[in-house]
């Protein structure tokens, strides 16, 4: 799994903690600690997947679309992680039989893997992630 993921979680929860406000790429950037260009990427992703919502100008800013007990974390890795799990098999000796079947295997294995972690993810939001972090 790639670093997008947490990265994009970070931000919609920063956002969420800042309900009602529009918040500046700087902010955000400031909170993560990640490349401002890095930031934009994962940023223009939840966007363009309509998770959050931006403004140009002096009062501009990002904020969410969404309140967060609506989001979940299966959405965030579908548009930032989908198919990291899955191993990239190198090419096999077709005359061995583990060569030649294992790819497959392991491919769907991981899949497998993947839809179970999708499912449990869809149990959780970003409301769940703000009250654990409160708690601590």
């Known amino acids: 799994m790639n670093s ?14 800042k309900q009602n406000q529009r918040v500046t790429s700087e902010d955000i950037a400031q909170s993560v600690s990640v490349h401002p260009a890095r930031l934009r990427k994962i940023l223009s992703i939840l966007r363009k ?4 919502t931006s403004k140009e100008g002096a009062k501009g800013g990002f904020s969410l679309n969404d309140p967060p007990e609506h989001i979940t974390l299966d959405k965030i890795f579908k548009i930032t992680s989908e198919e990291t799990l899955v191993p990239k098999c190198p090419d ?5 039989p583990i060569g030649r079947n294992l790819s497959d295997i392991l491919i769907r294995v991981c899949h497998n893997a993947e839809q179970h972690f999708l499912n449990y993810l869809k149990g959780v ?10 708690s601590s």
């Open 92 to 96: 096999s000796n077709e005359n061995c």
């Open 4 to 17: 997008d993921f947490s990265i994009a979680v970070h931000c919609v929860a920063y956002l969420a903690k």
């Open 125 to 134: 939001t970003i409301k769940d992630i703000i009250d654990e972090i409160n």
């Open 49 to 52: 997947e309509n998770i959050i």
